[in-house]
C-alpha cells in the first residue's frame, strides 16, 4: 500500500487496548455473554462504564487510547515516553503478541521482533536449532537459513555455544543471538524494545550500527523504543512520544526528545524531597537531605557564566563527620555531562537540621536545561566512599544565552556535547 508515493509499512487506525484490573471477564456470566454478543454485532458494550475515553475507567485500564499512525518502509521511527505509557503495549500489538480492543492495525510485511530476553526462543532446542525455528516462521526454506547462518552466528559472538540448548545461554547472551537473528533473516519490519540495554556496550554499538544498515540500505522498517536519549538520536529520522496511552508528539527526532524530557525536567524553585526523591534509600533515615531552594531568582534561569545560589537542609539522627556533596549533572535528554563535588566537608551533630549554601559556576555550560542528582557521602578509613543519602533529580535549571555573547556560535548539542570548553589561543609565529 502506498500514501504519497510512499510504501506504507505499518498503519494504526484509532487502536485501542483495555485491560481488565483484578479480575477475569465481566464478573458474571450473564455480562460476559451481553458483551460477546454487543461485540460480534458491531454494537456497544452494554457493560462497558460511561468515561471510556479515560484511561483508568472502574475495574478497566486504557493502556492505549485511540492510536493513529502511518510508518512508511524504510523508516527508523523510535518510541520513547515514561514508564506505563503504552510503548510496549503498542510493540505487542504489532507484534500479534495481544490483539487491540477497538480500531485496526494493517501490516505490510514480515515482522521480526525483539520485545524481551528469550522472545521467540525455546530454551530446549540449541541456537542453531533455533534459528531454523524462527526463519521457517517468517516463512524462509532451510537453503535460505544455511545462506545466512554464517553471517548470524558470527554477528552474535556465541559461536562456541551456538550447539547448546538456550536455556544455558545468559542473559547477554540470548540478546545477542536473538538480535542477530531479527537482524539477519528475511522480515520487512523490526521491532526492538529496550532489550538492547542488556548487552554490553560494545554489542549496543554493533547493533545501533547494523539497524542503521537495514534501514537506510536495505530499506526495512524498524521501530525502535528507547529510554537512552542518545541512542534514538544515533538511529531514528523519526520518533513519537506516548504519554498515557496517546501520541502527543510525531515529528523530528530532537523536538521529540525535547517535548519527552520537558515533561520531566520542570523547573522549580523549591523542591521538599518525598520518599519519591529517595529511591536508593540505604541510609536507614539516620541522614536524609530534606529540602532545597534556589537563592534570590524568581525562576531557575541563568546566563553562561552567571552563578547558582543554592540552600539546602539535611535532618541527622547522629553525628555524621566530614560528609562532602556530589552534584552529578544529566542534560535534558538524560546524557551525562560531568559531576562536581563540594570543595570541603560539613558535620552535622546528632539530632539536627542542617542548611548548607553553596554556589555553582556555569561558565562552560551550554545552552539548555539541565538536571542534578544530589549526593551525600563520606569516605571511610581505608578511602572507600559510604553512600548517606540521594535525591534523584535534587533540582532542575536551565542555561541561557548571555545577552552580551558576541561570538554569534548556535550550538550543535548533538555533536558537540554539553560543555564549551576554554577557546583554543592562536600563538603569534615569533
Same mark, same amino acid.
Given at each position: 500500500?502506498?500514501?504519497?508515493?510512499?510504501?506504507?509499512?505499518?498503519?494504526?487506525?484509532?487502536?485501542?487496548?483495555?485491560?481488565?484490573?483484578?479480575?477475569?471477564?465481566?464478573?458474571?456470566?450473564?455480562?460476559?455473554?451481553?458483551?460477546?454478543?454487543?461485540?460480534?454485532?458491531?454494537?456497544?458494550?452494554?457493560?462497558?462504564?460511561?468515561?471510556?475515553?479515560?484511561?483508568?475507567?472502574?475495574?478497566?485500564?486504557?493502556?492505549?487510547?485511540?492510536?493513529?499512525?502511518?510508518?512508511?518502509? /524504510?523508516?527508523? !521511527? =523510535?518510541?520513547?515516553? #515514561?514508564?506505563?505509557?503504552? +510503548?510496549?503495549?503498542?510493540?505487542?500489538?504489532? %507484534?500479534? $503478541?495481544?490483539?487491540?480492543?477497538?480500531?485496526?492495525?494493517?501490516?505490510?510485511?514480515?515482522?521480526?521482533?525483539?520485545?524481551?530476553?528469550?522472545?521467540?526462543?525455546?530454551?530446549?532446542?540449541?541456537?542453531?536449532?533455533?534459528?531454523?525455528?524462527? /526463519?521457517?516462521? !517468517? =516463512?524462509?526454506?532451510? #537453503?535460505?537459513?544455511?545462506? +545466512?547462518?554464517?553471517?548470524?552466528?558470527?554477528? %552474535?559472538? $556465541?559461536?562456541?555455544?551456538?550447539?547448546?540448548?538456550?536455556?544455558?545461554?545468559?542473559?547477554?547472551?540470548?540478546?545477542?543471538?536473538?538480535?542477530?537473528?531479527?537482524?539477519?533473516?528475511?522480515?520487512?519490519?523490526?521491532?526492538?524494545?529496550?532489550?538492547?540495554?542488556?548487552?554490553?556496550?560494545?554489542?549496543?554499538?554493533?547493533?545501533?550500527?547494523?539497524?542503521?544498515?537495514?534501514?537506510?540500505?536495505?530499506?526495512?522498517?524498524?521501530?525502535?523504543?528507547?529510554?537512552?536519549?542518545?541512542?534514538?538520536?544515533?538511529?531514528?529520522?523519526?520518533?513519537?512520544?506516548?504519554?498515557?496511552?496517546?501520541?502527543?508528539?510525531?515529528?523530528?527526532?530532537?523536538?521529540?526528545?525535547?517535548?519527552?524530557?520537558?515533561?520531566?525536567?520542570?523547573?522549580?524553585?523549591?523542591?521538599?524531597?518525598?520518599?519519591?526523591?529517595?529511591?536508593?534509600?540505604?541510609?536507614?533515615?539516620?541522614?536524609?537531605?530534606?529540602?532545597?531552594?534556589?537563592?534570590?531568582?524568581?525562576?531557575?534561569?541563568?546566563?553562561?557564566?552567571?552563578?547558582?545560589?543554592?540552600?539546602?537542609?539535611?535532618?541527622?539522627?547522629?553525628?555524621?563527620?566530614?560528609?562532602?556533596?556530589?552534584?552529578?549533572?544529566?542534560?535534558?535528554?538524560?546524557?551525562?555531562?560531568?559531576?562536581?563535588?563540594?570543595?570541603?566537608?560539613?558535620?552535622?551533630?546528632?539530632?539536627?537540621?542542617?542548611?548548607?549554601?553553596?554556589?555553582?559556576?556555569?561558565?562552560?555550560?551550554?545552552?539548555?536545561?539541565?538536571?542534578?542528582?544530589?549526593?551525600?557521602?563520606?569516605?571511610?578509613?581505608?578511602?572507600?566512599?559510604?553512600?548517606?543519602?540521594?535525591?534523584?533529580?535534587?533540582?532542575?535549571?536551565?542555561?541561557?544565552?548571555?545577552?552580551?555573547?558576541?561570538?554569534?556560535?548556535?550550538?550543535?548539542?548533538?555533536?558537540?556535547?554539553?560543555?564549551?570548553?576554554?577557546?583554543?589561543?592562536?600563538?603569534?609565529?615569533?
Amino acid at each position: 500500500m502506498s500514501e504519497n508515493n510512499r510504501q506504507i509499512a505499518i498503519k494504526l487506525s484509532g487502536v485501542k487496548k483495555m485491560y481488565k484490573l483484578g479480575q477475569i471477564g465481566g464478573g458474571t456470566l450473564q455480562g460476559d455473554l451481553q458483551s460477546w454478543w454487543a461485540r460480534i454485532r458491531g454494537k456497544e458494550d452494554p457493560n462497558t462504564k460511561i468515561g471510556q475515553n479515560q484511561r483508568l475507567v472502574g475495574q478497566t485500564f486504557m493502556a492505549l487510547n485511540g492510536i493513529d499512525l502511518t510508518v512508511y518502509q /524504510g523508516e527508523a !521511527l =523510535g518510541i520513547i515516553g #515514561a514508564n506505563g505509557a503504552g +510503548k510496549s503495549t503498542m510493540l505487542k500489538l504489532l %507484534s500479534k $503478541v495481544t490483539a487491540p480492543t477497538d480500531g485496526e492495525i494493517d501490516i505490510y510485511g514480515r515482522v521480526a521482533s525483539m520485545l524481551e530476553v528469550g522472545t521467540g526462543f525455546n530454551g530446549e532446542m540449541t541456537g542453531r536449532e533455533n534459528i531454523y525455528m524462527n /526463519g521457517a516462521i !517468517l =516463512g524462509m526454506t532451510k #537453503a535460505e537459513i544455511d545462506a +545466512k547462518m554464517e553471517d548470524i552466528i558470527e554477528f %552474535s559472538e $556465541v559461536r562456541e555455544f551456538i550447539d547448546t540448548p538456550v536455556k544455558r545461554y545468559s542473559s547477554g547472551m540470548y540478546v545477542k543471538l536473538a538480535f542477530s537473528v531479527a537482524a539477519h533473516l528475511d522480515s520487512e519490519i523490526m521491532i526492538m524494545d529496550e532489550v538492547l540495554a542488556v548487552g554490553d556496550m560494545a554489542f549496543q554499538k554493533k547493533c545501533l550500527t547494523k539497524m542503521r544498515e537495514v534501514a537506510s540500505k536495505e530499506g526495512r522498517t524498524v521501530l525502535y523504543v528507547s529510554h537512552n536519549m542518545n541512542t534514538i538520536r544515533q538511529l531514528c529520522d523519526r520518533c513519537i512520544v506516548l504519554d498515557k496511552g496517546k501520541i502527543i508528539f510525531d515529528g523530528d527526532v530532537e523536538k521529540a526528545i525535547s517535548r519527552y524530557t520537558g515533561e520531566i525536567n520542570q523547573l522549580c524553585t523549591h523542591y521538599e524531597y518525598t520518599a519519591n526523591y529517595h529511591k536508593d534509600r540505604r541510609s536507614s533515615d539516620r541522614f536524609v537531605i530534606k529540602e532545597l531552594t534556589f537563592l534570590s531568582v524568581s525562576q531557575p534561569k541563568y546566563a553562561v557564566g552567571e552563578k547558582i545560589v543554592i540552600s539546602f537542609s539535611c535532618c541527622v539522627l547522629r553525628a555524621f563527620l566530614d560528609v562532602k556533596f556530589r552534584f552529578e549533572t544529566k542534560y535534558e535528554d538524560g546524557t551525562i555531562v560531568g559531576t562536581m563535588v563540594t570543595n570541603k566537608s560539613e558535620d552535622f551533630p546528632a539530632n539536627t537540621t542542617k542548611s548548607i549554601s553553596i554556589s555553582i559556576d556555569t561558565t562552560y555550560l551550554t545552552t539548555g536545561i539541565f538536571s542534578v542528582d544530589l549526593i551525600a557521602f563520606q569516605y571511610d578509613n581505608f578511602g572507600n566512599e559510604s553512600y548517606l543519602d540521594g535525591v534523584y533529580p535534587g533540582f532542575s535549571f536551565e542555561i541561557i544565552e548571555d545577552a552580551n555573547n558576541t561570538s554569534n556560535l548556535v550550538w550543535n548539542h548533538r555533536y558537540w556535547g554539553h560543555i564549551h570548553l576554554p577557546d583554543v589561543v592562536i600563538v603569534e609565529d615569533s
